[in-house]
């Protein structure tokens, strides 16, 4: 449990982010029209793969064959997350615009 | 120096972040939005790749394996990009909930590598380099990252209609039981209390077990639920990578999407009026319900496309209520023409969107935006509602759920509770529909039977395009 407490002791600053950063998505997201949930999903879908810099570290900081194998795929599905979601949500927000043209 | 470039690099990176959510909220900036988080993420990638430093201060240790980082970039970047330029506007919900995935499989990854690098390292002055809170965060990374990935590929094959909804006996006891076995072999393995061999195998694999019996029974109506519930579970997992590597935008970027996903996945569920619990072990559309429901007698009347379009064109209003069936017929650029030509002949033409009309909230506008549809012809809901007594034919195009007054009138109904446009108002409604057969939820429709109501059978897209041919006859 001590070991615990520590834990959070020592990366007390991480603690106050993660707070912050939980209000700050949910004020973000609040007045959000419905009409807009599914880009938005997606959109905070491909932000998510922000978690490629890990993969990034590990493959970049491996020696051996097993985790240099482990950390290319995990580089690869990384990519996936982010090139794929933004790509996706970008298509999605084409249409909207392209009927605005028009008007 | 390099090192303070790349924390500014992050700080940036995590900004994006922040304005680019914030821009998504709106129609009007939503592309720009997009695009501020891409760029954001490049940096954050890029600067990663160079200025990462694993050493100290004084002793700066880039990230080796350059080539073959950029190599996995590269075959990733060609895949992502195909995949999501290739699919149809009509499977976007399994495209997202499988890039979701891989997100998922990615922090799981990360964790079992991570693992084993950590726990090979010599024990400095008794002390193991696995020290607690590292190893929570690595457990529970790889915990929440499997069940993502799990969770999010049965979800993918489900929508895709690859896999049937299916309910085992004791589903929920299973499933309690699973996550406390879960919880309990990653506690066991933290605190050290108990050693069991492959500890961290054996959670890798119920963990996988877990996300697939855990969105197993849950009914295809609310698979977007799901899928919003898992994408903030990945978010949830990069921020355990972020406490990992003590790395802010993982972090802030993480947390993000597993707050703001959250709230998302509520508000869903209030789209539907259903609590996010119920949705969990509600079973909707697995049929709990389904034998108390009230049984439906009464006929059906039938209508000739000649007659729908004759009705149509003398109209003074027509509304249009859009639902899946239109989309999976691609119907949806037939139904603007057919918008058009009655506009030529003096009708007034909108359309109603339910909140869950499609598969997706807003998925419906954005697949009838495909066929330049007017935005301002999109009514939402509330709008419309009070509409429809003065609108003389409604048109109901493949939508079946969310027109059944047994949402309103039936408390045995699985959708009771659910808000639904109240089409039964117009003068008279004209069903399109391929069959008889019960909606998504898997319930029947007792609008159907309706003295106002009349049936038009047949693929949306098919009868669609001889009304518009009859529309030009008469």
Known sequence: MEQVLEFISVNKEMFYLVALMIFLGIELIEKVPSVLHTPLMSGANAIHGVVIIGAIIILGEATDTVSKILGFIAVVLGTLNVVGGFVVTDRMLDMFKKKKKQN | ?474
């Open chain 2, 1 to 474: 120096m390099s090192h303070y470039i790349l924390d500014i690099i992050y700080i940036i990176g995590a900004l994006s972040f922040i304005f680019g959510i914030k821009l998504l909220g709106k129609p009007e900036s939503a592309k720009r939005g997009n695009f501020i988080a891409a760029i954001g993420m490049t940096i954050s990638i890029i600067g990663t790749i160079f200025l990462f430093n694993s050493g100290s201060a004084e002793t700066i240790v880039h990230l080796q394996n350059v080539p073959l980082i950029f190599t996995a970039i590269l075959i990733g970047t060609i895949i992502g990009t195909i995949m999501a330029k290739r699919v149809q506007m009509t499977q976007m919900p399994q495209m997202v909930s499988f890039f979701n995935g891989m997100g998922g499989a990615c922090a799981a990854l990360i964790s079992l590598v991570e693992y084993h690098h950590v726990s090979t390292l010599p024990v400095v002055d008794g002390i193991p380099a696995m020290e607690t809170g590292k190893a929570i965060v690595i457990y529970l990374g790889l915990i929440i990252g499997s069940i993502s990935f799990a969770g999010s590929m049965l979800a993918y094959l489900k929508l895709d209609e690859k896999i049937k909804d299916k309910v085992l006996p004791f589903q929920q006891v299973i499933n309690v039981g699973l996550m406390a076995v879960i919880l309990g072999i990653a506690a066991c393995s933290i605190f050290g209390w108990f050693v069991i061999p492959n500890a961290l195998y054996l959670l890798l694999a119920i963990s996988l077990m877990y996300g697939v019996l855990f969105v197993m029974p849950i009914g295809g109506a609310d698979m977007p639920v799901v899928i919003s519930l898992l994408n903030s579970f990945t978010g949830v997992a990069a921020a355990f990578g972020g406490f990992l590597y003590d790395n802010k935008v993982m972090l802030f970027g993480g947390i993000l999407v597993g707050s703001a996903g959250t709230l998302l996945t509520v508000l869903m569920c209030k789209a539907m009026n259903r609590s996010l619990l119920n949705v969990l072990i509600g079973n909707f559309g697995g049929g709990a319900n389904k034998g108390e429901a009230r049984a439906i007698t009464g006929n059906i009347k039938e209508i000739t496309k000649t007659d729908a379009a004759s009705l149509m064109k003398y109209s003074k209003k027509v509304v249009i209520v859009p639902g899946y069936g239109l989309a999976v017929a691609q119907a949806q650029h037939i139904c603007h023409e057919l918008e058009q030509q009655l506009e030529a002949n003096d009708v007034e033409v909108k359309y109603a969107i339910h909140p869950v009309a499609g598969r997706m909230p807003g998925h419906m506008n954005v697949l009838l935006a495909e066929s330049n549809v007017a935005y301002e012809k999109l009514m939402e809901m509330d709008e419309i509602n009070p509409e429809f007594k003065t609108t003389d034919v409604v048109l109901v195009v493949g939508a079946n759920d969310v027109v059944n007054p047994a949402a309103k009138n039936d408390p045995a109904s699985p959708i009771y509770g659910m808000p639904i446009l109240n089409v039964e108002e117009a003068a008279t409604v004209i069903v399109m529909k391929r069959s008889m057969k019960a909606g998504y939820a898997g319930i029947e429709n007792e609008l159907f039977y309706n003295d106002k109501t009349r049936m038009l059978f047949g693929d949306a897209k098919k009868s669609l395009t001889e009304l518009v041919a009859e529309l030009k006859n008469v």
